[in-house]
């Protein structure tokens, strides 16, 4: 397995931006992933990219606010929140896996997740 490590979550206000990072170690992988649990619902898809070429893809909630990228050297992924809502409010949980999907199975290495709070 992949060993990820996230971090850079907190309290913001409604409008405002935060940036997570997941640091991997371990084994190599294909493609990494952003999802996130909010109170009371499921874990969702929010952003994935392919690690080779960064090619990417977002859910319609967060796109054109929310960018994935990565750092090869580092071998972590970010994820820039921009333009907040109280509606973001989650645990954002990092992982990685073979292929670039939005299908949460599809996954087998996860972070331990870090909690996001937007106040409105």
């Known amino acids: 397995q992949v060993q990820l490590v996230e971090s850079g979550g907190g309290l913001v206000q409604a409008g405002g931006s935060l940036r997570l990072s997941c640091a991997a170690s371990?084994?190599?992988?294909?493609?990494m992933a952003w999802f996130r649990r909010a109170p009371g619902k499921e874990r969702e898809f929010v952003a994935t990219?392919?690690?080779?070429?960064?090619?990417?893809y977002y859910a319609d909630s967060v796109k054109g606010r929310f960018t994935i990228s990565r750092d090869n050297a580092k071998n972590t992924v970010y994820l820039q929140m921009n333009s907040l809502k109280p509606e973001d409010t989650a645990v954002y949980y990092c992982?990685?896996?073979?292929?670039?999907?939005?299908?949460?199975?599809?996954?087998?290495?996860w972070g331990q997740g870090t909690q996001v709070t937007v106040s409105s």
């Open positions: 371990g084994r190599t992988f294909s493609a």
């Open positions: 990219i392919k690690w080779s070429v960064a090619s990417t």
């Open positions: 992982a990685a896996g073979p292929v670039m999907t939005w299908v949460r199975t599809r996954y087998d290495s």
